[in-house]
C-alpha cells in the first residue's frame, strides 16, 4: 500500500498563488505515477495534473495549462503542484492520488489522500 498526505491548501485571492504538497510513503517503488485531481462544490471529481515517478513526464488539464506545474522530489517521496494565476473557479477539495500501473485513467489511481481544501476569493 501506499500512505499520501496532502498539505498546503488555503484561502487565497484571484491571482494568487498556492503550492500543495503530496507526502508518499510505504511502497512508493511500485507507483508509476502520481496525480492530482480536484473536487468542485456540486461537481464531479476531474483530473488536474500528473507526473511519471521515474523519468518525470508531466501531463495537465487544459483548464490549468500554463498556471499550474506539477514536480515531484524522489528523495523526499513528494508531489509538489504549484498553482499560479488562481482563478475562483480553482476552488475545490484537491486530492492526491497514486498509480501503480499507467497513468491516463482514473480508476488506475488505487491510493488518494485525504484532501486538502483551497478556496479563491475574488
Known amino acids: 500500500q501506499v500512505q499520501l498526505v496532502e498539505s498546503g491548501g488555503g484561502l487565497v485571492q484571484a491571482g494568487g498563488s498556492l503550492r500543495l504538497s503530496c507526502a508518499a510513503s510505504?511502497?512508493?517503488?511500485?507507483?508509476?505515477?502520481v496525480g492530482w485531481f480536484r473536487r468542485a462544490p456540486g461537481k464531479e471529481r476531474e483530473f488536474v495534473a500528473a507526473?511519471?515517478?521515474?523519468?518525470?513526464?508531466?501531463k495537465s488539464a487544459d483548464s490549468v495549462k500554463g498556471r499550474f506545474t506539477i514536480s515531484r522530489d524522489n528523495a523526499n517521496n513528494t508531489v509538489y503542484l504549484r498553482m499560479n494565476s488562481l482563478k475562483p473557479e480553482d476552488t475545490a477539495v484537491y486530492y492526491c492520488?497514486?498509480?501503480?500501473?499507467?497513468?491516463?485513467?482514473?480508476?488506475?489511481?488505487?491510493?488518494w489522500g485525504q484532501g486538502t481544501q483551497v478556496t479563491v476569493s475574488s
Open positions: 492520488a497514486s498509480a501503480r500501473r499507467g497513468w491516463s485513467e482514473e480508476y488506475e489511481y488505487e491510493f
Open positions: 510505504g511502497r512508493t517503488l511500485s507507483l508509476s505515477a
Open positions: 507526473i511519471r515517478w521515474s523519468g518525470g513526464r508531466t
